[in-house]
């Protein structure tokens, strides 16, 4: 699902529950890490809390990309495959 920057600002102030994943980009740093915050906080308030979140830097994933989820290809967008 894309969201289109008309959108960005209701999105933020009230999230799809349905919405598992979202990746905030542009070319504006600072507008990035502002939205980021803003949806951070609309799903946790306690940004701090290690049990409810985590941050994983570029430059930690370019380090160890086993950190980093599989490709596209091989991802779930609603739910995992049932195990067995």
């Known amino acids: ?30 507008l990035v890490a502002e939205r980021a915050v803003a949806l951070a906080k609309s799903i946790c308030e306690d940004l701090k809390d290690p049990f409810r979140v985590v941050d994983i830097a570029g430059d930690s994933l370019k380090q160890d990309p086993a950190r980093s989820p599989s490709p596209p290809s091989r991802t779930w967008s609603k739910r995992p495959p049932a195990t067995r």
């Open 1 to 30: 699902m894309k969201i289109e920057a008309r959108q960005v600002e209701a999105f933020l102030k009230k999230p799809d529950p349905r919405v598992r994943g979202v990746v905030i980009y542009g070319n504006d740093d600072g």
